[in-house]
């Protein structure tokens, strides 16, 4: 067995599991009568712990080593110092990748993700996690998937709120979707991004449409909102302007009076463009990584790089990095994000996994397709969730499928889309479904 797998590891994870689920019961218990939703509540919190577990074997038997395994020594290395030297601890917490003070790098040279700015602050946040989990890989892992869990579950709970009668489809799209699963549960940027945005977006209606304002909700908001930026900046890029566009067609929706609405809505927009795009430009220059005249080169940089790493690669043909060029890329990079690859570009057990899951995003898609032709687009319009779904489902989806040229790095860039784009197709398949049982 491996040194990150003792037997006292094994314990301790099943005497955890055990008290998480018998907690977890007794509050679904305490909640079910009054909200009915909460029948998920246990199942879900097994999926997301599943998951977590299912990474750290993968891992640890199948791949040997990776990001999780080094985020894990690093947060390790970092708690330590809580013990053995506090000052440096809180140094090391506050403290920017690469420029360490001398008294730091004595302990930074032993973290290989502390010289880059988004894994040294995940090695950061894994720190705290490790201190409730008394520096256990397999333990780590699963406290991390409570934080996955209680994203999820936020989630979950926003869905039901513009379909308070869908909990079914909200509870397949958030938490049995197997690549979120899988990626998405345990000691992984893509958990902690997913989780946060989840958080995000849940304060971020309860404010904007439910209008319930809090100190607490708009700390909550701005915290997280950190947390993405910091860690994966682009989600920000692919999610704002779908919550935007859907915050202007609510507030245009409030004018009642037709004329005030045609009259104002158009300036209401105007407005809105400007402040987003002011307000991505922003979040762009305050990131090295993704200010616009270092985009093109990134871009290129992941194309020739994933190409190499073979296997799993693929391409979208000849590009031409010019606006056109690379919007003629559209239909190819949201086919490769939502519905590759394909059975015949399997490779290994995990690549065909994907697969399965690819396949039944095809087929959905058709049926969705053949019984709505593009009236389920139009339809999406008349509904706020609906809509951010399919704007962050074409926005998002276009930006990993064009960059990632690798399916086993697309199969976790793509995540953070897939609980909206799985409940927007599943929203309609559904509804066929309720349609023809009511007429038979």
């Known amino acids: 067995m491996n040194n990150n797998i003792t037997l006292l590891d094994l314990v301790g994870a099943i005497i955890l599991i055990a008290l998480l689920f018998f907690f977890a019961n007794f509050y679904k ?9 909460y029948k998920y509540f246990t199942i879900a919190l097994f999926t997301k712990t599943f998951g977590a577990i299912a990474l750290v074997f993968v891992y640890e038997f199948y791949y040997g080593e990776g ?17 053995t030297d506090p000052v440096i601890f809180f140094k090391l917490l506050f403290s920017k990748h690469a420029n360490f003070s001398q008294d730091l790098q004595l302990f930074t040279k032993n973290i290989l993700y502390s010289n880059s700015p988004e894994e040294w602050f995940m090695v950061k946040i894994i720190s705290v996690f490790n201190l409730f989990s008394f520096n256990r890989f397999i333990i780590s892992s699963i406290v991390v998937s ?5 994203g999820g579950w936020k989630l979950f709970k926003t869905f039901l709120y513009f379909f ?16 979120v699963i899988f990626w998405g549960s345990g000691i992984l940027k893509d958990t902690i991004t997913l989780a946060s945005l989840s958080i995000f977006f849940y304060h971020f209606v309860n404010i904007f449409y439910k209008q319930k304002i809090s100190v607490k909700a708009i700390l909550i908001m701005i915290i997280t909102f950190y947390i993405v930026f910091k860690l994966k900046a682009y ?5 704002m302007p779908a919550i935007l566009i859907s915050l202007y067609a609510n507030y245009k929706n409030r004018i009642k009076n037709k004329f005030f609405r045609q009259t104002f809505g158009p300036q209401i927009f105007v407005v809105f463009v400007i402040f987003g795009y002011f307000m991505l430009l922003d979040i762009a220059e305050k990131s090295e990584k993704y200010k616009l005249e270092n985009l093109q080169s990134r871009v290129e940089g992941f194309h020739s790089w994933h190409t190499t790493t073979g ?6 043909g000849d590009v031409e990095y010019t606006p056109i060029g690379i919007l003629s890329k559209l239909p190819l990079a949201l086919n490769a994000t939502f519905f590759r690859p394909y059975i015949w570009d399997a490779k290994n057990i995990t690549s065909l996994l994907g697969a399965i899951e690819s396949t039944i995003f095809i087929l959905l898609f058709l049926f969705v397709l053949w019984k709505y032709k593009l009236k389920w687009i139009v339809e999406s319009f ?21 960059t990632s040229y690798n399916f086993g790095a697309l199969a976790r860039y793509k995540i953070p889309v897939m609980p909206f784009f799985s409940f927007l197709l599943l929203h309609f ?6 349609k023809i049982k009511k007429e038979i």
Not at 235 to 239: D, H, K, T, Y
Not at 429 to 434: D, Q, R, V
């Open 311 to 316: 296997g799993s690669s693929y391409n979208l």
């Open 67 to 83: 990001d999780t395994h080094y985020y894990f020594y690093g947060g390790r290395e970092t708690i330590n110092t809580l013990f």
């Open 29 to 37: 218990l305490s909640k079910i009568k009054e909200n009915p939703e």
């Open 146 to 150: 409570l934080f996955s869990f209680y």
């Open 235 to 239: 989600i920000i890029f692919g999610f």
């Open 382 to 402: 008349n509904n706020d969730l609906l809509l951010i779904a399919l704007i962050f489902s074409i926005v998002f989806g276009f930006a990993v499928g064009f």
């Open 429 to 434: 398949y559904f509804k066929y479904k309720e």
């Open 164 to 179: 308070p009668n869908e909990k079914k489809v909200a509870f397949i799209s958030v938490f049995l979707i197997p690549d």
